[in-house]
């Protein structure tokens, strides 16, 4: 699941990328409005956290212009503006939801789950699978006749990403891309790591592995 954060103070960034990135996310985090929207020209995006107070191009201007380009990525706007014209003006804009600093990490990771759950037009917390479930919120995946096991922060991510587009191909670049964040280094043989490390966890027959183009979940039938 990959972040673009956009937080132009150091220490504010700082902290939601750690933490982000110990909750399994992928993070890339610019300070600039500019930045945001170049970045979201050329990367895919699971969600985006906005600050409003950005230099150059803020925050309101960075929303209005991804709506402009019909981008339905989710965006949690995270701000100190605590006006009720600000956050009508927000959410009317387009934002999904609407943060108030300061906050408790646990607080915004459940807002962004309660987004993710929205934008895939699902209720249920747990993502089910034809052989498996996961829990975003524990991070434990049970497959069919075995007990949940708690995984790992990076096979949580594979996972998850496969689950989320059940019965479609993910390649070595699409997993890649959905596990590890800007400045991350990547061994050549990370991927097949933690999907070895999944099967043995979950079993050998819940990853599929198609020779020559990635790897899928099956489908629920």
């Known amino acids: ?5 956009v937080e132009d103070d150091p220490m504010i960034g700082q902290a939601i990328q750690a933490a982000l990135r110990d909750e399994s996310y ?15 020209a050329t990367q895919h995006y699971d969600v985006v956290l906005l ?14 212009a991804l709506r ?7 965006v949690l706007i995270i701000t100190a503006r605590d006006g009720l014209e600000d956050r009508i003006k927000g959410l009317d804009g387009g934002a999904d939801d609407y943060v108030l600093k300061p906050f408790e990490m646990s607080e915004l990771l459940a807002r962004m789950r309660a987004v993710l759950r929205r934008k895939g037009g699902q209720a249920e917390p747990l993502l089910v699978g034809a052989q498996l479930s996961l829990d975003p919120a524990t991070h434990e995946a049970a497959a069919q006749g075995r007990a949940p096991v708690v995984l790992s922060n990076r096979e949580f991510a594979l996972l998850q990403a496969l689950m989320l587009r059940p019965g479609a191909i993910l390649s070595r670049s699409e ?9 991350e280094e990547v061994e050549s043989n990370a991927i097949d790591f933690l999907i070895h490390g999944l099967r043995k966890k979950l079993g050998g027959e819940v990853i599929r592995n198609v020779r020559g183009a990635g790897w899928m979940v099956s489908k629920s039938s």
């Open 26 to 40: 992928a993070v890339d985090w610019v300070r600039h409005g500019q930045r945001a929207l170049d970045a979201l």
């Open 68 to 74: 402009g380009r019909q981008n339905p990525v989710p």
């Open 1 to 5: 699941m990959r972040v673009l954060l």
């Open 51 to 64: 600050d409003l107070g950005l230099p150059g191009k803020d925050g309101m201007a960075v929303l209005q």
């Open 175 to 183: 997993l890649e891309d959905r596990v590890y964040g800007w400045g």
